[in-house]
């Protein structure tokens, strides 16, 4: 049994480590059920958009199809992580874990919170045809900005993994911010922060889409075909919104205590413990966007859900209403357009 205090060589009692992640059982459950339930939707995901002949024709489905690549790149970390939290992974996994898999897991999140930030704005968008917001969909500047998201993130993110680490001793309940040196801590806490700001212009760009939204249905009642259009535009732009907030504004309540935390600024090993538990909790809903992102694939993309009822027939024949939604986003008449910039 490890005691309570050893002596140091000069006789002073040495503190006994704070252990936070102790607890981690009923995560791992919920993460492995995530992991089941969440990893069939997204391969089915993959073959769809491959097989979708138009799925890359429009700005939204660009950064659908970036969604899903930040969906797989946390698939591909989350078992890493189970068997850490598991307490099943050799000691060479858990440092693995600490410098990559778990760096990729918040390089997905934030792609995902970006990529969905996208989406919100581009279905407002959609329905309101300005010279300048047709500019903003076409595909070759989706494709430009899907790649500054990607560099951005990557630049941020991968020093974390490049940095030097300690020489710690093997333990059963292995902390990454242990394993940092000082200007390892301090580039992760910059890391956090940064993230932190991207997550804040991606609020705020979804607020402002769904408030407009909103107003153009309110704006729209008096003409019944721009009423339906509207109230189409407003149903999905406040679905995404919601999974947003449900899955990521939690997480940033309390990930900047816990970064504080973890650069020893806050020192008190029972606010440090709650601290941790805050953060995974809602870490946990962060990643539970995994499991919902095929329904977002499926409702906002006409081709990938064409594609998904040919390979389910169970669904229904919607062959004919798939076309008549793909033309209707496709066509962009004269008069309804100014009238729709009105609105706007």
């Known amino acids: 049994m490890t005691p309570a205090t050893n002596l140091s060589t000069g006789g002073a009692p040495e503190e006994k480590p704070c252990i936070v992640n102790d607890q981690m059982g ?34 939204a489905s660009i950064y659908l199809i970036n969604l899903l690549v930040a969906d797989l790149l946390l698939l591909l970390a989350l078992p890493f992580k189970i068997m850490k939290d598991l307490g ?46 047709l500019r903003l969909q076409e595909v070759g500047f989706a494709r430009l900005l899907s790649l500054v998201v990607w560099l951005l993130l990557l630049l941020i993110m991968v020093p974390n993994m490049a940095l030097p680490i300690k020489q710690v001793t093997e333990q059963t309940y292995l902390s990454c911010s242990s394993l940092k040196e000082d200007i390892s801590l301090h580039w992760h806490a910059l890391t956090v922060f940064l993230c932190t ?15 407009l939204a909103v107003k153009k249905l309110l704006r729209s009642r008096s003409d019944p075909k721009l009423w339906a259009n509207a109230r189409r535009v407003a ?59 095929p ?28 076309a008549k939604e793909e033309a209707a986003e496709e066509m962009m008449q004269p008069a309804t357009s100014a009238q729709q910039e009105a609105a706007c």
């Open 26 to 59: 009923p995560f791992t459950v919920v993460y492995i059920l995530i992991f089941i339930i969440s990893l069939p939707g997204n391969l089915v995901s993959v073959w769809a958009f491959i097989r979708s002949p138009r799925a890359k024709q429009k700005s």
């Open 88 to 133: 099943v992974a050799p000691w060479n996994l858990m440092v693995f874990h600490c410098q990559a898999s778990a760096v990729t897991i918040y390089i997905s999140l934030y792609a995902s919170i970006a990529f969905l930030a996208f989406i919100i704005t581009d279905r407002y968008l959609q329905e309101c045809h300005t010279v300048r917001s």
């Open 197 to 211: 700001a991207l997550f804040l212009n991606a609020s705020a760009a979804t607020l402002i889409s769904s408030t």
């Open 235 to 293: 149903a999905s732009v406040a679905a995404v919104a919601l999974a947003y907030v449900f899955s990521f504004v939690p997480y940033h309540v309390v990930r900047t205590p816990y970064t504080l935390a973890q650069t020893k600024l806050i020192t008190d090993c029972e606010t440090k413990k709650r601290l941790f538990l805050g953060k995974e909790s809602t870490l946990l809903l962060s990643v539970l966007h995994l499991c919902f992102d």
């Open 295 to 322: 329904l977002i694939f499926f409702y906002l993309n006409a081709p990938f859900r064409h594609t998904i009822r040919k390979l389910f027939p169970c669904l229904g024949n919607h062959a004919i209403r798939d």
